[in-house]
């Protein structure tokens, strides 16, 4: 089973940068694809009726495209050109899901209220 997070993410991205492990990297990257396609399906179907999940479905739109976008250029042997994508990708994957905090958003939440 597969679990999207962040190392899962670079562990694919690291395969891809050897050509001997490319093809597992990139099959790595379809498959978070398509459960993210999944995901992207079912919080788009039960948005009427179960509140407001747009910002979720924003994000996991916004996720797939990238994958989309990427997938075609690493099968081609652009590394350069995906590379933006996934860069942008992991940062969706760590920060929008909340996997990894900036260490001032921490600081914030930790220290005492100024009044």
């Not at 597969?2 to 379809?30: C, F, M, N, V, Y």
């Not at 978070?32 to 479905?57: D, M, T, V």
């Amino acid at each position: 089973m597969l679990i999207i997070s962040i190392e899962t993410l670079e562990e694919a991205r690291k395969k891809l940068a050897d050509p001997a492990t490319r093809q597992e990297g990139i099959d790595i990257l379809r498959k978070i694809l398509e459960i993210k396609q999944a995901h992207l399906w079912r919080s788009e179907a039960i948005a009427p009726c179960c509140g407001n999940l747009g910002g979720f479905a924003c994000q996991l739109n916004e996720e797939t495209t990238l994958l989309e976008k990427s997938l075609p250029m690493l099968e081609n042997g652009d590394l350069a050109g995906a590379a933006p994508l996934l860069d942008r990708l992991s940062q969706l994957v760590s920060f929008g899901m909340g996997q990894r905090e900036t260490p001032d958003l921490i600081q914030r939440l930790i220290s005492p209220r100024q009044v």
